[in-house]
């Protein structure tokens, strides 16, 4: 599968580093039918995902002759999850973008680690504090069900409706003018609305998802 560019829509990842957050993301990318490849050190982690993966490889070193071997630069997406050895971190990543992988996304474990890995050429996550993040937004704001930080001006966020907006139609609420935000959907009991109207009549029980910049979630969750 991995051994010439695949003739076809759907996107092959590669896995660098089964730890926690490795192991979890490609389980959560086999369970969703995506095509992939997990490299480590560790055998055992290694044998574990070859139920999910014909292409799974224990692999030592992260040089580049390593690399080539196992046909990842043939994966239209590498992340890389090696976040707490940083020197480990930055070389696979630096012989990654060298081998010509179109699309390298590494794990950091701190700005300065992620500042490095962006001037290599990598996209740059940072899992533990954007858990935080999500955590701290639900614990500040009531009526604030989850949220998930997508950059630092898009956000979504999934919230009850405030008491303020009940009983007001879409374009009277007006919660683009006054706090910036989108309505994506409205939850109500075992109804989903995708498509919202300017028409549409808040309810009591309404959840809605909403995206914008994070002060305009803020400010719209702290409504009453």
Do not use: W
Request: hydrophobic fraction near 40%; aromatic fraction near 4%.
């Amino acid at each position: 599968m991995f051994g010439k560019k695949p003739k076809k829509d759907k996107n092959t990842y590669g896995i660098v580093g089964l730890g926690r957050f490795g192991t979890a993301l490609a389980l959560s990318l086999a369970e969703a039918g995506a095509d992939i490849m997990v490299l480590d050190k560790d055998e055992e982690k290694v044998r574990e995902l070859r139920e999910y993966t014909e292409n799974a490889f224990v692999v030592h070193s992260m040089d580049k002759k390593s690399l080539l071997e196992t046909g990842i630069r043939n994966c239209d997406i590498v992340i890389i999850c090696i976040g707490e050895q940083l020197d480990i971190s930055i070389l696979t990543t630096l012989n990654l973008v060298s081998i010509g992988v179109p699309k390298v996304i590494a794990k950091a474990a701190s700005s300065e680690h992620g500042e490095i890995l962006e001037k290599l050429g990598a996209e740059v996550v940072y899992p533990e504090r954007d858990i935080a993040v999500r955590l701290a937004h639900r614990l500040e704001a009531s009526r604030m069900l989850d949220y998930i930080q997508l950059s630092e001006k898009l956000n979504i966020s999934k919230l009850m409706a405030p008491n303020a907006i009940v009983g007001k139609t879409v374009v009277e609420a007006n919660l683009r003018g006054r706090f910036g935000v989108n309505i994506i959907a409205i939850e109500n009991g075992n109804t989903l609305i995708e498509t919202v109207r300017p028409d549409h009549i808040f309810e009591e029980d309404d959840i809605l998802y909403v995206s914008g910049s994070r002060n305009g979630l803020d400010l719209l969750s702290e409504m009453n």
